[in-house]
């Protein structure tokens, strides 16, 4: 048996293909954390008055809160202060014009992750908005988006752009006070993506941002608003990586997103951070606070992650059913290899008469690593007709690695419907010889089965990056067959 | 089928000398010796605990079971040296007693991957989608399986019946040169016992052989064997030919037992 198991684990040995630097010299404020670095990153961003007076009572805040430790992870102690919080390509003092303006080596760094800028390679039907360290440095299609009325654009232009906007939703789905890590983010978030639809509008296309963090030593804290206005529809897919470092470094971003009467919000995650070596080395502190508010009637929010990457990861996308017939969806695979350690979730919160959610959760270990689903269904008084369906499987490659449930459930009204099943099983040493034995080698029968649990959540994917999504997982779980 | 005019050679398809081979540190087989020539059919009984299923599992090369000493020759290389995947691109196939279910994973994604890589191997062509579905559809007919049964992930809650039928599925479109049915006669109705057999009858040619693994003598006489033999104790210790099977049905295993202590 020892012998076949050393044969699993020696298959899921991974290989990190986007751990390049891009050598390119950048506006690096020095590590700390005090208001006038607050200041500092608000005056580079040339923002309003309500903007600086929020960071900086989000800040206050954040200094009488303390760091939770509630989740199922372990890490040294984190020294806010050896942080740098703002670090940004120096070609973009003078934000470019347009890509013929954007620095050569930048578009190569898109170019090598195979998110192409330039106008002729562009990756049809998406529009990209690509973040680097703490700046946008391009959206792409933007013309063509607000000829139908849709806005997309970095989170620091629509402050320029759209100030009335950011001021009312700005926070509204999560507050300054949250948690310790968004409180943070409210004080220091440098950039991100803002998306408006507005009423009646169908967005013509998929929108995605795509995350890079280039220097070391910094903190990622972007923030991304979407608002999908009355009968709205939207898709928005986000990317990341990081290059390999010794060190950790921390990503805590937020993102809220606000559906009014009748619209769909689709937000997809393919994160894929550096994890950090096989011994556990450097890797990215993902800390990110995700939610989503169905503020309208019949407004639908759907989460769709597929995590592979981070050395830990502490995120939960969340629903707040206000709206009477709404609906939230969470579809979720968490990849942990090595050390890594994810504890993820969802919050579904039934506040609206007969809200509906959704929950599919597929946690997958191998090496060393602890996955751990955490979930809460909380259906208010008044959500009359509340119905919520949970399904979370694991699946243990190894006998190394820990996957763990802990689901919350709070019904207080009792015409509410809810339903758990969760599974785990070890990734069959009998599934795997039964694809040899049919001529399938090892590494293909390992993500031919891996593939198949997750199917259920790919399928939730957009088109364009279900392939993406399957190959990453490929590569996450690839490794030398014995 | 093509291969049908290869006429059978002298030097054995397997053979099998000497095989000692054990799992989890106990010893199954003790020395068991087997030659199956091109286009025979051999059947392979015996009492439980006796080591069929542990020569099945060893010839299609699963990990968990050490070969601790002996070789089996297939065609003209050492089979125990191959890898399981490897072992079937080269035409061996296993049919397994109790297959396993991957949910998820479409019948039909799993057959157009298999063949592909045996073909592949061969040094063909894959095959396209349309070839290939084709090629499906008319082995599907011969099974009396459904269409839909292609989208349904491989084997997950199917019928015991049904998922002897999917191996047989899979043994037809992948043309072994060497099957080895472990017990797939076990759990089937008559009517069920007669597709299989009639899948696997199609399947029967000069250049083709077959080892069943089954206790019931039932099944051969849907299938007729060339030869019979008992494996008791890790070893082979009897053969004859059809008629062996219906005496060991008529008197038990324990006469044939004391034959071989005598």
């Known amino acids: 048996m020892s012998s076949s198991t050393q044969d699993l684990e020696s298959l899921v040995g991974q290989k990190y293909r986007h751990g390049f630097v891009t050598d390119i010299e950048a506006d690096t404020v020095a590590p700390g954390l005090n208001e006038d670095v607050i200041a500092f990153i608000s005056r580079k961003k040339g923002e309003p008055q309500f903007m600086l007076d929020w960071r900086l009572k989000a800040f206050r805040h954040w200094q009488t809160m303390r760091e939770p430790h509630w989740a199922h992870v372990a890490y040294p102690p984190i020294d806010y202060q050896a942080i740098s919080y703002y670090s940004a390509p120096k070609q973009n003092a003078n934000a ?4 013929d303006e954007v620095d050569p080596k930048l578009l190569e760094t898109y170019d090598k992750l195979g998110i192409p800028l330039h106008e002729r390679a562009r990756l049809a039907g998406v529009a990209v908005d690509a973040v680097f360290d703490s700046v946008s440095v391009a959206t792409t299609f933007k013309d063509r988006l607000a000829k139908a009325g849709v806005i997309f654009c970095s989170f620091s232009e629509a402050v320029q752009t759209h100030p009335e906007l950011i001021e009312r939703y700005l926070g509204t789905v ?6 310790y890590f968004a409180a943070l983010n409210s004080a220091v978030f440098t950039d991100g993506s803002f998306v408006y639809v507005p009423r009646g509008v169908r967005c013509p296309m998929e929108l995605s941002t795509y995350f890079r963090i280039n220097a070391a030593n910094t903190g990622q804290f972007e923030r991304t608003l979407i608002v999908a206005a009355e009968g709205a529809h939207v898709s928005y897919l986000e990317g990341c990586t990081a290059p390999k470092r010794d060190e950790n470094q921390l990503h805590a971003a937020v993102v809220e997103l606000v559906a009014l009467d009748d619209a769909y919000i ?16 450097g890797g990215i502190y993902n800390f990110v606070t995700k939610r989503g508010e169905c503020r309208g009637a019949r407004s639908h929010i759907s989460w769709t992650q597929v995590e592979t990457g981070s050395a830990i990861t502490w995120k939960y996308p969340s629903c707040v059913l206000l709206g009477d017939h709404s609906v939230g969806e969470f579809y979720s695979v968490a990849v942990t290899n090595h050390r890594q350690q994810a504890d993820t979730g969802t919050k579904m919160i039934h506040v609206g008469r007969n809200t509906k959610s959704s929950i599919v959760a597929k946690g997958i270990s191998a090496g060393h690593a602890q996955s751990s689903y955490r979930g809460m269904v909380s259906v208010l008084p008044g959500a009359e007709g509340a119905r919520n369906f949970t399904q979370c499987d694991s699946l243990l490659m190894g006998g190394n690695c820990g996957a763990h449930t802990f689901p919350y459930v709070e019904v207080r009204n009792p015409r509410a419907t809810v339903e758990h099943e969760a599974t785990t099983s070890r990734i069959g040493e009998d599934q795997l010889f039964y694809l040899r034995a049919r001529g399938i080698g090892a590494e293909d029968a390992v993500n031919m089965i891996v593939s198949g649990f997750c199917k259920a959540v790919f399928k939730e994917l957009p088109m364009e990056f279900a392939v993406e999504a399957q190959n990453l997982l490929a590569v996450s779980l690839e490794g030398a067959v014995g | 089928m093509s291969d049908t005019a290869i006429p059978p050679t002298v030097t054995p398809l397997l053979e099998v000398a000497g095989l000692h081979a054990r799992i989890k540190g106990r010893e199954v087989l003790k020395g068991l010796n087997l030659r199956v020539a091109r286009g025979e059919v051999h059947a392979i009984m015996g009492p439980n605990g006796s080591g069929k299923s542990t020569l099945s599992q060893v010839l299609a090369g699963r990990p968990e079971y050490e070969v601790t000493a002996g070789t089996v020759r297939y065609e003209d290389t050492d089979l125990l040296g191959l890898a399981p995947e490897d072992r079937a691109r080269r035409g061996f196939f296993l049919g397994f007693q109790y297959p396993v279910e991957i949910p998820g994973v479409n019948n039909v994604y799993l057959l157009k991957a298999a063949l592909n890589a045996k073909r592949k191997a061969g040094g063909l062509q894959e095959l396209d989608a349309f070839d290939f579905l084709n090629l499906v559809r008319d082995k599907m007919r011969v099974m009396k399986m459904d269409e839909s049964f292609l989208s349904r992930a491989v084997n997950e809650g199917f019928s015991g019946g049904e998922k002897k039928r999917n191996e047989i599925l899979q043994m037809l479109v992948l043309e072994p040169t060497l099957a080895v ?11 069920a016992l007669k597709v299989v057999s009639d899948g696997v ?7 083709r052989s077959i080892v069943l693994v089954t206790h019931y003598q039932r099944l051969l006489e849907h299938i007729v064997p060339d030869y019979v033999h008992v494996l008791a104790g890790g070893r082979i210790i009897k053969t004859g030919d059809r008629s062996l099977a219906l005496e060991l049905e008529r008197r038990g295993y324990d006469w044939v037992l004391e034959e071989a202590a005598a």
Request: hydrophobic share 25%.
């Open chain 1, 96 to 99: 470019p014009k347009s890509l």
């Open chain 1, 174 to 179: 999560v507050p300054i006070t949250d948690n």
């Open chain 1, 266 to 281: 689709k937000y997809s995650t393919v994160q894929n951070w550096y994890p950090g070596d096989e011994n556990g080395l």
């Open chain 2, 181 to 191: 049915l472990d017990e797939t006669d076990s759990g089937l109705d008559i009517d």
């Open chain 2, 201 to 207: 009858n199609t399947l029967r040619s000069a250049g």
